[in-house]
């Protein structure tokens, strides 16, 4: 393995790639429609993240001014499941859009149970939120999208509506509890239950193990065509479940190098935020 490899390897910080023999397409399920992974057309690599203004229904682009200042703004009303999915989606807006160069100030706004919601928001992996309020107006800030819960708060500016989630999170493993969040889309009402959390803790743990396995073999780039799926998904509108049907494609598809897989696993956890390199280094 080359030095730069382990670098990249201990701060998961998957940067480096070259252009890669194109695959036999897989089908990956995304919003309804079945659209084969790795051959969708360049045409369709955003070069911005685009989010849905729930004011109009219409797509906007979340970062409107190259290195402008996005403020992500969430706005929060408890600690139950609903307001920690509202939160658990700005840490994922904050992460696409830094992933993208966009510098972020994140904060968060609410009168009730703020604490709770934070150490719930740490327990999930969300990144530290500054309080939000009277802030004012950042210095050369771009844009401000506030991320709601449907029926909630209607701040003025582009307002990022998350559907409620349902059911009892208290004592669920966090990890599966983001990525049973993850799963659907944001749009969609999620309910929280054992059946849920069960199949998110084993596709958790499956992964986890795969990744440590993969990281033994010899280092492989992000094959380009999956990085453009990647990177497709996310920066339309979030769709975290269309970033985990190409992690499932890539996870089966016997034409690419485990080292490759790796790569591609570690690269999505940028946005992701499973941990999903925790066991590297563990027995195999």
């Known amino acids: 393995m080359i030095p730069e490899t382990a670098r990249l390897r201990r701060e998961v910080d998957c940067t480096g790639h070259r252009a890669a023999r194109r695959r036999e397409p897989h089908t990956v399920t ?3 429609a079945r659209i084969p992974a790795y051959a969708r057309s360049r045409a369709y690599a955003r070069l911005v993240l ?3 203004d729930a004011r109009t229904g219409e797509p906007v682009d979340a970062a409107p ?3 402008g200042l996005i403020r992500v703004e969430a706005h929060t009303q408890g600690s139950d499941p609903t307001n920690l999915r509202v939160l658990l989606v700005a840490d994922l807006l904050v ?3 830094e992933l993208g160069g966009t510098p972020v100030w994140a904060l968060l706004t609410g009168d009730r ?4 919601l934070r150490a719930a928001g740490a327990a999930l992996g969300v990144r530290p939120f500054e309080d939000g309020g009277d802030t004012g107006t950042g210095l050369g800030e771009a844009q401000v999208l506030h991320v709601v819960s449907e029926g909630g708060a209607t701040p003025d500016g582009v307002r990022v509506a998350v559907a409620p989630a349902h059911g009892e999170a208290a004592g669920a493993d966090p990890a599966a509890l983001r ?15 054992p059946a849920v959390l069960g199949d998110a803790a084993a596709a958790l743990d499956r992964w986890r193990r795969a990744v440590a396995d993969w990281a033994r073999r010899p280092s492989k780039p992000v094959p380009d065509a999956v990085r453009a799926d990647l990177r497709t998904a996310w920066e339309d509108d979030l769709d975290t479940a269309g970033v985990l049907g ?4 890539v996870e089966t598809d016997p034409g690419l190098a485990d080292g490759a897989r790796f790569e591609t696993y570690a690269y999505a956890d940028r946005l992701l935020g499973l941990d999903l390199t925790r066991d590297l280094g563990s027995p195999a």
């Open 179 to 193: 990525l049973a969040l993850l799963a659907r889309p944001r749009s969609e009402p999620v309910t929280i239950g």
């Open 65 to 67: 001014a190259r290195r």
């Open 50 to 52: 685009r989010i849905t």
């Open 95 to 97: 992460r696409a859009l």
């Open 113 to 116: 149970r703020r604490a709770e």
């Open 30 to 32: 995304r919003k309804a």
């Open 246 to 249: 190409v992690l499932r494609a």
